[in-house]
């Protein structure tokens, strides 16, 4: 799993957008400052006992591709729903088990983080965290998600309201308290 600056360049979301030009990556202790955990897992029994740990009754399978999705004007608007910023009310737990994506999270300052993830890649993005996905330019992945209850997938776009958000308070709360090491 590769994370770096996003560039903000204009061009395909898909592309990797790199803004570093010596391919220098973020560490993970950078992404835990975020909330944010990655790992990799080579057995779906890994993370069989990362979702009992953490509660996790519930899984589905998504796959995003044209053919998946039916066609591929189907498949583009969906991806640009997906690019979306927003945040979701609950802990969100991706673990890829085909294809490679983008993770866009919102870093210190407002810049995005962009994680790359592939085939074993396992993300955790906590409830709050301003985020956005898309597929590469291979235009397929395939993802298993985790659900403590039955299995939603709400987004909560961005707009100054959404700032007052409880989860998003308590993200906030907690980041601030991870910067100031309490």
Do not use: C
């Amino acid at each position: 799993m590769k994370a770096y600056y996003y560039d903000d360049l204009p061009g395909d979301q898909r592309l990797p957008h790199d803004s570093s030009s010596s391919n220098s990556t973020i560490p993970s202790t950078h992404l835990s400052n975020l909330g944010v955990e990655t790992n990799h897992h080579p057995s779906l029994s890994s993370v069989d006992e990362l979702a009992s740990s953490r509660g996790y009754k519930h899984r589905d399978e998504i796959t995003i591709s044209p053919s998946a999705m039916g066609s591929s004007e189907t498949y583009h608007q969906k991806l640009q729903i997906f690019f979306q910023e927003h945040m979701h009310e609950d802990e969100e737990i991706r673990y890829i088990l085909d294809g490679t994506g983008y993770f866009d999270v919102r870093g210190e300052d407002e810049k995005w983080v962009r994680i790359e993830v592939q085939k074993g890649d396992l993300i955790v993005l906590p409830a709050g965290i301003w985020h956005r996905f898309t597929t590469d330019m291979g235009d397929y992945i395939k993802a298993m998600r985790l659900f403590k209850d039955e299995p939603k997938w709400t987004p909560l776009n961005r707009n100054p309201e959404m700032e007052k958000n409880p989860f998003r308070v308590e993200y906030l709360r907690t980041r601030s308290q991870t910067a100031g090491g309490d």
